[in-house]
């Protein structure tokens, strides 16, 4: 069985700043990611936010360098999947592809994952049209219709990307106004492949091998309609990655996991980082703040904990 002080769970920027901050640090650190190192910003086309990039950059790239730089200081990554996180005594134990693995501390920065909208043909048209990653499959609907359902930042953003390959760009939102940052709006409002379609709905999405057409309610006029379409890209928000835990932790309503300042959960040795955490703002630059933020807290709690 492995032993390390202390083992983050997930590579995206909120862990790979803890790692790299720990590996600075000169900790015993291993940091477990369940694929490729990245997290949601590897489903991000372009990220124009993220400081000391004026030119915006994508967010493989940008990930990709955040990895790199990590592990030039000596982070040690494994590509395994966590499954439990249990107490084992005074110690931590985690379940990762049938291994088990032990350490003092966990950093956990687990992200989140696309909330599903639930709807008819969603789960049977999923891959063939149905889709939650337009940098994935957008180069897929060259000169077709497609349609986002959402108003947030990651459904704005996409639908502006996926003008690249569409035709056009339908975005169905349920409200009669967008939830994204008002210069992204802007940008969806002089975009002539953009099309916003307010107050509306989607309740069934049709097709027979892959995506044909989605059936659409107007919430305020009770209007029906069935929008011909090749693609549906939906991005209705997420939900958090913290069901791995074999005891009680502090979480809000939602599933997010509750920490003070130091990034310190409810557990003592366990802290919480980036998507996972619950907070108002989940950007990149907060995840990679409060991946600083744990490593340095867990280093005095390692401090302490050595008489
Ligand atoms: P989000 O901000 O939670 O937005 C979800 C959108 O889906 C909302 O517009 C919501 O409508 C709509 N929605 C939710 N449930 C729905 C349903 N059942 N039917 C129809 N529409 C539904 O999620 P997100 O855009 O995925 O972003 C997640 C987090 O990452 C946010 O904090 C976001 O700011 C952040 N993010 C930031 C950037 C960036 O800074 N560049 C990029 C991507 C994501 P309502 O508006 O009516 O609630």
């Known amino acids: 069985m492995e032993k390390h002080d202390v083992i983050i769970v997930g590579g995206g920027p909120a862990g790979l700043t803890a790692g790299l901050y720990a590996a600075r640090s000169r900790m015993d650190i ?44 000596g982070l040690q990554v494994e590509i395994k999947s966590v499954e439990k996180i249990a107490q084992e005594g005074s110690l931590k134990k985690m379940i990762a592809d049938g291994e088990e693995y032990l350490s003092k501390a ?18 049977e048209l999923r891959g063939k049209g149905v889709s939650y990653c337009a940098t994935c499959d957008g180069p897929f609907f060259r000169d077709k219709e497609v349609v986002v359902i959402g108003g947030g930042d990651s459904a704005v953003e996409e639908a502006i990307y996926l003008t690249r390959f569409a035709k056009r760009v339908r975005l169905i939102h349920r409200r009669d106004q967008l939830r994204a940052a008002k210069i992204v709006q802007e940008r969806a409002f002089s ?115 050595t008489p």
């Open 30 to 73: 291993l940091l477990l990611e369940k694929l490729t190192p990245g997290g949601q910003v590897l489903t991000t086309a372009m990220v124009e936010n993220y400081p000391g990039f004026e030119e915006a950059i994508s967010g493989s790239d940008l990930v990709a360098k955040m990895e790199k730089q990590a592990r030039g200081f």
């Open 191 to 305: 975009n002539e492949k953009v099309e916003v379609v307010w107050d509306t709905v989607a309740t069934r999405i049709n097709g027979e091998q892959f995506v044909q057409s989605v059936d659409v309610k107007n919430v305020k006029t009770g209007r029906e309609d069935n929008v011909e379409t090749s693609g549906i890209f939906l991005y209705v928000g997420v939900k958090p990655n913290s069901d791995l835990f074999d005891f009680k932790i502090d979480a809000d309503q939602r599933g997010f996991l509750r920490t003070d300042e130091n990034m310190r959960t409810s557990v003592e040795g366990i802290y919480a980082v980036g998507d996972v955490r619950s907070k108002q703002l989940r950007q990149i630059v907060t995840a990679t703040g409060e991946g600083a933020t744990a490593a340095f807290a867990v280093q005095k709690y390692l401090e302490d904990l």
């Open 106 to 123: 966990v950093i956990v920065a687990t992200g989140v994952e696309p909330k599903l909208l639930g709807i008819p043909g969603e789960k």
